[in-house]
């Protein structure tokens, strides 16, 4: 009982379905159960037989029976049935499309990124005109840039390509303009087509989790930190499950200085997932604004991205007085990364007071189109160069609002 107590406080909700599948060639036993979540106390429960090639009427059939047992009617925010993500007619390309969804939500290391990219290109090959499958992909390769596992330029271009091919199977898929707009704010810097995409997709889901995500960070573009935070903390609230929203939390918590909050959402997303990328980054970035960069570079040691990791190490260092080792940490960076990571070599140079060398890389990223330019407005770490003429000239020519 205690599981399903714990897993209703978390998710907020009453009941909770549940189940197992299991497949035996082309048959597949499914048995459901609808538990309280108070209590444990067993609502409805129910094992289907099928073959495969029903998989989707059985889904249908459990939807429905699910809902006769709680004898609800499922609204959505226009007043109609909630509809969730239409499946392929190819079983086993839905089956891929599945495996790539959770690959992908789990966070942003090498690994798992790779695998959601590996059954996006298989639900693809399976089934090329399914509309969702090209909207993850599309989503999968903006992150992979995002975090430069792929190459900057390239990520977006194939990113872009897919959301529009999305776009054109299936014009009311909401995840395929929240992809076009992910691209449209880290590479191409069209916040106007950007905006647009976004209201598209909120008129077509305006409870998609995703929505809030990129309504987020265009926010942080455009200078509005705190509406950014608000944002991302309904993200968290629709989806609390998701360690990466928890982790895109717990970073606008340590930009608005509220470090013992910010510490307690990267765990949370720690907990979620050990290897989620960026987490121990986050944490000795918050360890060094709280005056503690020893502990600090304790932390950056368990960091998943060896950029990240050296990013870290150049910022805890400098912290420490250690010069010598920020000094190699930035010089491995720069030879490792140079090309992929001009913002955050931009960055610890703004940390460590060398303005010239941190407007020479910030240049560099303008020019690269590197995907951590949108963050300039609020980033602590360039609270150094920012009253800068050269500063403000640089959000001249991103059009960002001075």
Known sequence: ???????????????????????????????????KAGDGFQLWCQTYDRQINNIFAVQDEIARAATEALQLKLLGGNGQPIASTLPSANPEAYQAYLQAKYF????????????????????????????????????????????GITDVT??????????????????????????????QIDYDWDWEAATTCLAKAAALEPRNVEVFR???????????????????????ALDPLRSDSHLGLGYLLYVAGRYDQA??????ALDLNPQV??????????LVAEGKPQQAITEIESETLEWAKLTGKALVYHARGRAQDSDAAVAGLIA?????????????????????????WLERAYQQRDAGLPEIKDDPLLNNVRRDPRFTALLTRMRLPK
């Open 277 to 286: 990328a960026l987490a121990h980054l986050i944490l000795s970035k918050i």
């Open 1 to 35: 009982m205690r599981i399903f107590v714990k897993w209703g406080r978390k998710l907020g909700v009453a009941n909770v379905l549940e189940g197992s599948v299991r497949r035996e060639g082309n048959h597949i036993r499914i048995t459901a159960e609808l538990i």
């Open 214 to 236: 990129v309504r987020s960070y265009l926010f942080r573009a455009s200078g509005n930190p705190a509406e950014a935070l608000k944002q991302y903390e309904k993200a968290v």
């Open 104 to 147: 992908s939500v789990r966070g942003q290391n090498k690994e798992d990124l790779g695998k959601a990219l590996a059954y996006t290109d298989a639900a693809i090959k399976l089934d090329d005109k399914y509309a969702p499958a090209w909207a993850l992909r599309a989503s999968v390769q903006n992150m992979m840039a995002e975090v």
């Open 263 to 268: 510490q307690a959402e990267v765990q949370k």
């Open 154 to 183: 390239e990520g977006f271009r194939k990113a872009h390509g897919d959301a529009e091919r999305a776009i054109a199977l299936d014009d009311t898929l909401a995840s395929a303009y929240l992809a076009l707009a992910r691209t």
């Open 336 to 360: 490792k990364y140079g090309t992929q990571a001009a913002f955050q070599i931009s960055q610890a140079y703004a940390f460590r007071g060398e303005s010239d060398k941190s407007f020479e």
